[in-house]
């Protein structure tokens, strides 16, 4: 029945505002909140947190690559015959707080939290009828973790989303449509799921994956996104990525976008093995963060909880150093828009805010020295002078350093703007190694056109693994 009345909304949405075509579909204003938020936390946990080994992809490395690392792995942990199911009487979340989780994500000055929901493993972190028993509620945490980090991360005002993953590994349903050509797994199983977290949960996030071994007529994506655009309790609200099948949209750089990386940087899911230097340092995790969002980006970090319910301390403890920071530069941060050049080097981005009617069309144009104010996130403090060849000083230049009461001025030079490091009060700056400026009463200098696309260009180098938001 449910399915049954998720394809009459499928199929009834043609007569509505938004069609199931991708032109259509695009045309749909991104909602500002996603734009404003900037930052956010990924949360990938499942069963896959129990043998903690080598990565969230575990079941397939064992099953179906055969991997002899794993092989081994398991033969030697294990005993003989063991299954993945087995796994799933151990994932007891018992240590599991989910005021605690939306703390952390809270004192790392992320905005939004989006979390495995399923991942390709299968198991559902809510009680999905169409898992049976294979799932949070019936088995391992004994818990509707869904709801309960829904619940949390909203009272403190943080906006929350879902990962799904459109396939499922070892389905038998979907294995075998791919052998006869049927969508019976679609029908009775992505569908029926789709439509009840969006109605029961209802999430500004509908982070999609595992589409890439099937169609978008496979899964049948601009019908499911014109539902979700149209009909569903959060069609005003919600965003969702680029990921609804194999051969989707393949230039959206116009597009928002989302760098995602992890903390742990061989994993997303919880491992045992974890060692310091596997985990970015708040240094990366601010740089990756200036360099994403002076290209219009934003960033979602990934944590990976154990099978107890627990994020790893070091992760914690990078992560709050991060929210420090971010909350001392938060203006250059929280509702800020790209300038019209990206970076000076790969060591100086900038972001930009207009204080004036029309935003929009002044950060991209020519611009209004009293109302533009310009920030330069600074990477590189090993230096005699910072040199920002792209701004041009007046008369009523301003120059502070975010998290200090620090006002400068700028050099003699009347074409580049230049600061003197011995001005700087390096002991009252929020970090030694990362400074925040903003730049008040300034110009951008004309470039060639050409210099601005090589910049553009190289905008994207060091970017971990980017969605792009329809």
């Known amino acids: 029945m449910l399915n049954s009345v998720l394809f009459f909304l499928l199929i009834t949405n043609v007569f509505c505002k938004y069609k199931p075509t991708w032109e259509s579909i695009d045309s749909r204003p991104l909602p500002s909140w996603y734009d404003d938020h900037k930052f956010g936390i990924f949360c990938h946990w499942g069963v896959y947190s129990v043998p903690a080994h080598r990565s969230e992809w575990l079941w397939w490395y064992w099953r179906g690559e055969r991997n002899p690392e794993v092989l081994d792995f398991i033969e030697k942990n294990y005993p003989p015959n063991v299954q993945y199911s087995d796994f799933a009487k151990d994932f007891k979340a018992d240590l599991f707080d989910p005021n605690e989780f939306a703390k952390i ?10 979390l495995t929901s399923k991942h390709h493993e299968g198991f559902t972190m809510w009680p999905s009828t169409s898992s049976y028993i294979w799932n949070a509620v019936d088995s391992g945490p004994k818990q509707n973790i869904v709801e309960k980090l829904s619940e949390s991360m909203t009272a403190q005002n943080i906006t929350f989303g879902l990962y799904y993953s459109l396939f499922e590994w070892f389905h038998p349903l979907y294995l075998n449509d791919g052998k006869k050509n049927l969508t019976a797994y679609r029908e009775n199983v992505v569908f029926p799921q789709i439509y009840d977290l969006i109605n029961t949960y209802k999430p500004k996030i509908l982070w999609s994956d595992g589409d890439w071994e099937r169609s978008e007529e496979y899964w049948q994506s601009k019908e499911l996104l014109a539902w979700l655009y149209n009909e569903s309790p959060v069609k005003d609200s919600i965003v969702v990525n680029d990921r609804w099948g194999e051969g989707v949209m393949g230039v959206l750089q116009p597009r928002k976008w989302e760098n995602c990386f992890s903390m742990d940087k061989k994993s997303w899911g919880y491992r045992a093995d974890i060692e310091v230097e596997d985990v970015h340092t708040p ?11 002076s290209c219009g980006g934003n960033v979602l970090v990934n944590v990976g909880p154990d099978s107890h319910g627990r994020i790893p301390l070091i992760v914690q403890d990078r992560l709050q150093e991060v929210g420090e920071f971010l909350g ?3 203006e250059a941060l929280y509702g800020s828009k790209p300038w019209i050049f990206q970076n000076d080097t790969s060591d100086t981005w900038y972001t930009a805010r207009y204080q004036g009617e029309n935003e929009e069309q002044e950060l991209y144009s020519k611009q209004d020295a009293a109302k533009t104010i310009i920030y330069a996130w600074v990477l590189n403090t090993s230096f005699d002078k910072i040199v920002l060849e792209h701004i041009k000083p007046t008369a009523k230049t301003e120059i502070k350093i975010l998290g200090t009461k620090t006002v400068l001025k700028p050099g003699k030079s009347s074409n580049i703007l230049e600061i003197d490091s011995k001005l700087i009060p390096w002991r009252y700056l929020p970090r030694g190694d990362i400074i925040v400026l903003r730049i008040d009463n300034a110009t951008p200098r004309r470039l ?5 696309r090589r910049r553009q260009k190289l905008d994207f180098e060091n970017i971990a693994d980017n969605d792009f938001w329809i």
């Open 448 to 452: 060639h056109s050409s210099h601005i």
């Open 105 to 114: 994500v809270k004192s790392a000055g992320a905005k939004y939290f989006v």
């Open 283 to 293: 240094y990366e995790v601010i740089a990756q963060i200036a360099r994403t969002v």
């Open 328 to 330: 001392d530069v938060e």
